[in-house]
C-alpha cells in the first residue's frame, strides 16, 4: 500500500507541474526569459511552396494565451515575407519589408489563445531562393517595439485570399 502511495504521490507531481514555465530568478522572484531562437534557414527548389508559388518554411512556437512572439527574419538573397498562423491555423500577422526594409521582416503578435503558432518563413515574389536567419522569442511583457508589426483584421485575410485566388485564376 505504501509503494502505491508513493507511485501516486509521484505521478501527482510530475502530472501538475508544467515546465513551459519560464525559470524564476532567485534574487528578483520574476521569470527569466527565454533566450531569442535564432534558425538558419533557405529556400530552394524541392520546398514546400504557398499556393501563389513562394518556397516556404514552417516552424511551430509554442505560446501561451497572452504571451507575445516577436519573429523577424533576415536574408541577402531575396525579399523576405512571413505568415504568422494561430494554433486553429487563421493568419495573424503577415509583415513583407519592416520599415521598407527589403532584406529584413518582423512581427510582434500578442497571442489570443495559447498552443502551437507557425511561423511561415517565405519571399515576396515566386521562384526566390536563398539563405536566411529566422530569429524569434516568445515573451511574458509587451516588448516595447510592439507596434512595429502589421496586425491583419479578418477583412485583411479575406481581401489578401481573394487577390490570391485572383491571381491564381
Known sequence: MLRFAL???????????????SAIDAATGLPVADPPTEVQGSLADGDETLQSGEYMDAYEVMVREGQWLRAEVLSGDFDPYF???????????????SAGN?????????????????????????????????????????????????????????????ASEAADA
Not at 7 to 21: E, K, R, T, Y
Not at 83 to 97: A, E, F, N, R, Y
Not at 115 to 131: A, F, H, L
Open 102 to 162: 527589403r532584406s529584413m521582416t518582423k512581427s510582434i503578435t500578442q497571442a489570443e489563445e495559447g498552443g502551437e503558432w507557425r511561423v511561415v518563413v517565405t519571399s515576396y515574389e515566386p521562384g526566390e531562393s536563398g539563405d536566411y536567419t529566422l530569429t524569434y522569442e516568445v515573451l511574458d511583457e509587451r516588448p516595447e517595439d510592439a507596434d512595429e508589426g502589421q496586425q491583419v483584421t479578418p477583412d485583411d485575410a479575406e481581401a489578401s485570399e481573394e
Open 7 to 21: 507511485a501516486l504521490s509521484l505521478l501527482l507531481m510530475v502530472g501538475c507541474s508544467d515546465s513551459s514555465d
Open 83 to 97: 505568415i504568422i498562423l494561430d494554433p486553429t491555423g487563421d493568419q495573424t500577422d503577415v509583415d513583407d519589408s
